[in-house]
DNA sequence: TCATAAACGAGACGGTACGTCTCGTCTTGTG
DNA sequence: CACAAGACGAGACGTACCGTCTCGTTTATGA
């Protein structure tokens, strides 16, 4: 295994102080929350993650900047606090093959990079992610949040009989959705319903022979 | 199609005057081009990208901090200057099946990411290419050109018969890195031989399924 | 005459609101305004005038932050505030001659300034005058009451006709203690039981030489 | 002895980095220093000391912010640096007396004091000396200069057999400047010339007196 | 080999943003 | 329903880093 998590910083985030807006979360301090969090996603949009600046947040939010470092302290805390904000749900319709629905997730996530305010939040997320290993965790959780609701047709297609028992789902998402991000965040080459549907086929097909079963990840290759 | 490059400023870099360091190319020139990207380099292992610092450099290069600024302007200049200076080859052994090649590649991949130096670099590509348009193509670049050469083993795979006539070998490339660079620069989740092996076996595996014949890819399902 | 006194700011400090604490003095607002007050000092003792924070003299009184401000509004105040809380009295004990009277004034002015509390007090009224109106005028008012009480001892040497008829007691005392003061609180000279009695000797010298004769203050000279 | 010199911070100062402006004092280096200063001086005269603030001078004197705090770091440093920009000398004309001198003297302090400009910035030195022990130390320094070219009119009455020889000349200009000093930045009470030449008659007949002899001071009274 | 233009070294500065620290006010939820 | 505690607004502070300018020095390079 050549590594596991590159983390460095020991996050001194213990309890000292309650943190502003956990103690009173209710009025003013949750309409500040809200009107941050839009202001932010809105420079993110326009500037970008590297150009964005707290301040500009805190102008466009009609908040003092004061609030914004009481609250929040860093960009980095202010995307990461976002990811709640744009809860995004994939809803896959059940179809009856299993490539139709990773067809639908792989659908459902280049639509999202579609969309600027989205797009502009997951590239921030992946930057920021390559930088802070709090920004890594996060981003983390966040697939894996979406991946535990999509991963369930893995599953049906195990009672279907499609692929083989034992097959990790999450393996299949990650499959099926990779070389989008690939694409989309990294290379930066261009992105359509062709790649989205060519990666859920080669998912698809990898899945029913067999590639994705837990254990057999162990040995390595499969086949 | 969704999108196409995130391209947004004009990039006023036109040619007034000839950049330092391209006139006189040798000697001292030269000891600090290397020293600087040498030191650079080092700051990303200690301290990543974003908390690099162009005075830090200079110190460590043992070179005035105006010089850098002369030569290159900005850290991301610097970044995108460590790709030649970086240099990686991947040599394949030409094995007898497209899916040892393949697993050849990937496991380069893993190794490389094991490769501190390496990997920080890749880390601060990734981030910057999310904040500029600049690194992002010179970050396209690098990727296309090392697929370039690994590439090959796809040629030769269609000339075995093993794969259909017109099959992308970028694409099959494409296939087999993007789970581990999901995995290794936007999850952070671990890497190691076995992810590897597994994601060549995928590819490998809708490869032969001609899942990335060129052309068929315009209507994007391959069934 | 080159100058009468620096007031700038017209001291807005109408009776709108009469103050809290002055309708109801028994009781728990007595109790806090000593409270504070003594706070007040310990932190001037400790970090003296200008590193003093409003909050932290509230932590330490054990009252709200919004206490302090409702009921005196800026340290400045609570300095003001705790000349009362402060009084000291000068007793002298009627020598047979005006410089033994004097070198007691001397001696207790230096004496006073051994005491720390005080000398907090004092060097904080110093600094808010140098800034203040407000604080000028009452620094003015505290010198002149302690003087109040120990011209008289001007008055008894005129009744033994130590010193001529008409002598300004107040002067006597100003010119005793102007010495004192200066290396006290301007040049931070040393100050012993040497130099008081050394200001009180000077002083009772000029008294009987009739310098201090009003009137003949219009002319300025006495010979 | 009731105190000597009321200390606190270690003063870290010690010899890191040369300061800017030591290095290289001419041209620009030195415009920037005078612009400052005297916005400074500008600044303390509109508004006192306690509320100037450091970016107001620097926008005053068109230079950035920055520069001001990389030069002089705080405002009580930037005061200090003004006892140099204002060098002030006192002539006195050689009278045949020395209480002649002396009322020059007490005259050109009280002159000084109309000058609106000198009387800011020595409100302000005031008002840092009760604060920081630097400023003292600054303060105490500038005085002792000033005394330093007046004190020699006691030289000179000496040399006349007018006081006893011995006669510390400082001493006898702290006597004459004292009372004139309480008025001015303690008390804030009237100051003219009536009460300068009062001064300059006490002091010197204080000092034909003897009671300024050195050594005598050690027990303290001269009788 | 030597003149000269290129590159570098060093000090200072302008400017932006940061993150913090106070003060004093306003608001909220709880006793 | 009062009020203590929480949250906020405003303003200044002091710092970090960036990128530029200036001037003086060293060093390639080609005539």
Known sequence: MATEDFDTAPEPDGAGAPAPGTRRPGG????????????????LVEHGYADTRIDRIADR???????VYRRWGTLENIVVDLADHLAVSITLGSGPTLEGDLRTVARA???LYGNPAHR???????????????????LSEVLAKRRES?????????ARGEVPPGTDGHEVIRATVAP????????AEPVGEAEADRA???AALAARAGL?????AEDGTAR
């Not at 003013?28 to 420079?43: C, G, I, K, P, Q």
């Not at 939010?61 to 609030?67: I, S």
């Not at 994705?212 to 057999?216: A, D, K, S």
């Open 212 to 216: 994705y079963v837990v254990g057999r």
């Open 150 to 158: 999509t991963a369930v047709a893995v599953t049906e297609a195990i």
């Open 109 to 111: 996530v280049v639509a």
């Open 200 to 202: 859920a086929a080669a």
């Open 28 to 43: 003013r301090t949750a309409r500040t929350r809200v009107s941050v969090l839009e202001a932010a996603l809105a420079e």
């Open 61 to 67: 939010a009609k908040v003092a900047a004061t609030t």
């Open 180 to 187: 989008l991000y690939l694409r989309m965040y990294i290379t």
């Open 120 to 138: 502009a939040w997951q590239c921030a997320m992946v930057s920021a992610a390559a930088a802070s290993p709090k920004a890594r965790r996060a």
